[in-house]
């Protein structure tokens, strides 16, 4: 029989992420929680120790088959692991989920998950900004055309660029440990919240249900939240799709950019491409951008999940609703293999990207002497000029220029300038020649490139 196959499964991501989010680790940590209330039950005085010595025992042996089995019989995928698990341990079973509710299982294991998951897409972004360093050493002083509105502007150099990229990495770097430190789970409550049922179950004991609480969350190193519902804030899960759409933004700025920079047009940096890659089915010639598009295509994906967990947030009624549970099954996990693939895409590119330095000089005799127009305007107004008169004569030399580089022919721009009556009478030629040479036109660009590869560095060294 066939079956759908989602690409998340075997196509993209890691396979590491996808051991994260798999149904065998989800339910390994709802054993482990089990686990752990049973241990805290037990200092209570409530279960002997041999009951909760089965279930350790056995915690590890997931039957996936079997809690299939019985969960197509009775609709409810933690009462089939709990019958599982159970028929596993002919002592402990009886014990096993004695006083929780399905989400004092399933929400504290989402966010062990979070956490594995957010700590494994650290490390990814560690090693692209390592990545991101080493290229913007190599490139710091390669002089090229810088460009807004998709138009030649003034230079830049390569490593500024892509200190630029390397900069939005490290905010999100920073910003993912936070939200990582910041994650609490649900903690033991019960039904609404109220840790009704295991105030229940403590009357007779020294323990209270705050203590128990502590007790368990103590074993899995998780911080509750003092306030839930049946569940913990959905909002959380909101904060965390949006640090991983803000992640998923700078990819695709970054993936976007170097699709423009190889493009014929540009031809001033590529990709990567095996010896044996095949660019396009139809046309053997091509050297498509293929990994740069598929990190743009997962952000596009990545940016759109943060509204469902934003609906699933605003939208969960009183102490709770259901009409949350089906999607998180697919937006959380999903989101951050898609994350993981585009973080190791990307560095894969950066490692290997190729730099054409010829194509950046050529874009920059073709294009400089525009900018470096600029730079003569100042010269002139500090000579006593007139600023707007100066600014008049430029454009038009400019223009027509423009119209000569447009024909294919050699930019005549410095020698206009040069020819100038007006620009002579408050500048020297070889003033006016040495100021055309846009190479030199790039500010601080150099060193506050070097500066950020520094900066980079110290933030990795000492992990935050």
């Known amino acids: 029989m066939f079956s759908y ?28 929680i089990w686990v752990a209330l049973a241990e805290a039950q037990q200092h209570a005085g409530l279960v002997k120790p041999e009951l909760v010595a089965d279930l350790r025992a056995h915690a590890d042996q997931i039957d996936l088959k079997r809690a299939l089995e019985i969960e197509n019989e009775i609709g409810h995928d933690v009462m089939a692991e709990v019958k599982t698990y159970g028929e596993q341990c002919a002592r402990g079973g009886v014990i096993i989920h004695w006083g929780a509710t399905s989400a004092d299982i399933t929400d504290n ?41 998709l138009q030649p502007a003034e230079p830049t150099t390569f490593g500024y660029r892509f200190a630029l990229y390397a900069q939005d990495l490290l905010t999100h770097y920073g910003a993912l440990i936070q939200l990582r430190d910041s994650l609490r789970g649900k903690g033991i409550k019960g039904a609404v919240g109220t840790q009704a049922s295991f105030a229940e179950i403590l009357i007779d004991t020294k323990m209270t249900p705050a203590q128990m609480e502590s007790i368990v969350m103590r074993s899995l190193a998780l911080e509750p939240f003092s306030i839930t519902t049946q569940t913990y804030p959905r909002v959380q899960d909101y904060s965390i799709l949006t640090t991983l759409g803000a992640v998923a933004a700078s990819l695709h700025t970054f993936a976007f950019d170097l699709r423009i920079m190889q493009s014929s047009g540009f031809g001033e940096a590529a990709e990567p491409f095996g010896e044996k890659q095949v660019g396009s089915s139809a046309m053997p010639f091509k050297r498509n951008p293929v990994n740069a598009e598929k990190i743009c295509s997962l952000a596009r994906y990545v ?16 102490e709770r609703t259901l009409d949350d549970s089906a999607n998180r099954r697919t937006i959380m996990p999903e989101s951050f293999i898609a994350i993981d693939e585009m973080l190791i895409t990307a560095t894969r590119i950066v490692e290997g990207l190729r730099v054409d330095e010829i194509a950046c000089a050529r874009n920059l005799e073709k294009y400089g002497a525009f900018a470096a127009t600029e730079r003569v305007m100042m010269a002139l107004v500090r000579a006593g000029a007139d600023r707007q008169k100066m600014h008049e004569r430029l454009r038009t030399h400019s223009l027509k220029a423009w119209e000569a580089v447009n024909a294919n022919h050699p930019n005549p721009l410095a020698d206009l300038i040069v020819g100038d009556q007006q620009f002579l009478f408050y500048l020297q030629p070889n003033r006016l020649r040495e100021l055309m040479n846009a190479r030199d036109y790039v500010g601080t660009a150099k060193e506050r490139a070097g500066e ?13």
């Not at 890691?14 to 994260?20: D, F, H, I, N, T």
């Not at 989402?110 to 190599?138: C, G, M, N, Y």
């Not at 520094?454 to 060294?461: A, P």
């Open 5 to 32: 196959t989602s690409p998340f499964s075997n196509r993209y991501g890691s396979p590491e992420m996808r051991a994260l989010w798999s149904e065998e680790h989800r339910r390994k940590l709802w054993r482990r």
């Open 452 to 464: 950020m590869v520094k900066e980079i560095r110290k933030r990795l060294d000492v992990g935050e």
């Open 303 to 318: 940016a759109a999940t943060p509204m469902i967990a934003w609906e699933n947030a605003a939208e969960s009624l009183l």
């Open 109 to 149: 294991a989402d966010v062990l998950r979070q956490r594995e998951a957010l700590a494994l897409t650290l490390d990814r972004l560690a090693k692209l900004l390592s990545a991101f360093a080493a290229r913007i050493e190599a490139t710091r002083d390669l002089v090229c055309m810088a460009y807004t509105h």
